[in-house]
């Protein structure tokens, strides 16, 4: 699981300093837009996986997508997450543990890295996000919401069923906004305590049940979203951090198979489902990465994209 946990105070720092000064490239056209995009991240779902996640699989003929997208080197929570919301890979400057601190924060700011919310705020687009208290403690709330640049944080102690809970209310209560970010901890959470796998390599019973929890999460979602998406209003994303199951060496004091951080396929690839109106329908080909997750967001908002993050996602418009 991720350690944002009790590591927020230094970031502290990096809200002081105030944003580093954006530079955008220019806007490129995009063959699809949305007025709202929601990305899904179910830590810890392989990509493997997908077939398990039986709403998601459901959206597949009429979505982009692939089950080989590929995630940063360590397969870690915190520097997938951080590259995945910043469109760069945040390994290549160093960032490699999984605990958040101050050093992060400024290597994130030297380097003009940027979370996607900090791209809607300068665009004046609202911007949301929904995690669990595992992930961002209530103490360190406002720090995140800072470090992040995100107009609206809700920290909810619980799992899939109240993280959607959540995000639904949400939505409802302000419908302005134009960004939303929900991780489910749950899949994670599984695969640390009963393992990713079990010694015959299949998944484990403790991991599909997790699966389908958080499957069902998003089934509620997608009851409170799905008429917006048929409209062309609402765009969806759902993928992952990273996999697990396969991690020989990473020094966590786990099983391998409890564990992840390698380039096994199983710790490295994941999801990636992206269900818009007006998207053709298709299997994404070649190396797709997690560092292109926030450019296609911002791509779909019509948003200015900072120089230096990866493209968006190929995918082509109906005409
Ligand atoms: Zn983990």
């Known amino acids: ?19 580093a000064e954006l530079k955008m490239a220019p806007v490129e056209e995009y063959p699809v837009t949305a007025q709202r995009v929601i ?17 998601v699989s459901s959206l597949i003929g009429r979505a982009v997508w692939t089950d080989a997208m590929q995630t940063v080197l360590p397969a870690l929570t915190l520097p997938a997450h951080l590259s995945m919301l910043s469109g760069r890979d945040v390994t290549q400057y160093g960032i490699t543990q999984n605990e958040m601190d101050a050093g992060i924060a400024a290597v994130m700011r030297l380097n003009g890295m940027t979370p996607m919310f900090e791209w809607a705020r ?52 302000d ?3 134009r960004m939303m970010f929900i991780h489910f901890p749950d899949a994670d959470f599984a695969g640390h305590t009963y393992g990713w796998i079990g010694s015959d390599g299949a998944h484990t019973s403790a991991y599909r049940a997790a699966l389908a929890r958080v ?10 979203i799905g008429s917006s998406v048929d409209a062309g209003h609402t765009a969806l994303i759902v993928t992952a951090d990273h996999g697990g199951g396969h991690g020989d060496g990473c020094n966590t004091g786990e099983a391998p198979t409890h564990t992840h951080c390698t ?9 990636f489902v992206l269900v818009a109106k007006n998207a053709t329908a298709a299997r994404l ?13 911002g791509a779909l908002l019509g948003l200015p994209l900072p120089e230096r993050v990866a493209r968006p996602v190929e995918l082509g418009g109906v005409q």
Not at 285 to 297: E, F, L, N, S
């Open 39 to 55: 990305l899904i991240s179910i830590d810890g779902a392989r990509a493997d996986a997908l077939p398990h996640l039986s709403t």
């Open 175 to 177: 419908t302005s906004v």
């Open 263 to 271: 380039a096994h396929a199983g710790d490295h690839l994941v999801p």
């Open 1 to 19: 699981m991720a350690s944002l946990r009790s590591t927020f105070p230094g970031l502290a720092a990096l809200a002081l300093a105030g944003c």
């Open 215 to 224: 499957d069902s999460a998003i089934a509620a979602l997608w009851s409170e």
């Open 285 to 297: 080909t070649g190396d797709v990465t997690i560092t292109q997750v926030a450019p296609t967001v």
């Open 122 to 173: 300068v665009a004046d687009l609202r911007s949301a996000a929904v995690a669990g208290m595992s992930l961002i403690p209530a103490a360190q709330r406002a720090e995140a919401q800072a470090f992040f640049g995100v107009d609206t944080l809700v920290a909810t102690d619980g799992d899939a069923p109240a993280l959607a809970s959540a995000a639904i209310a949400l939505l409802r209560a």
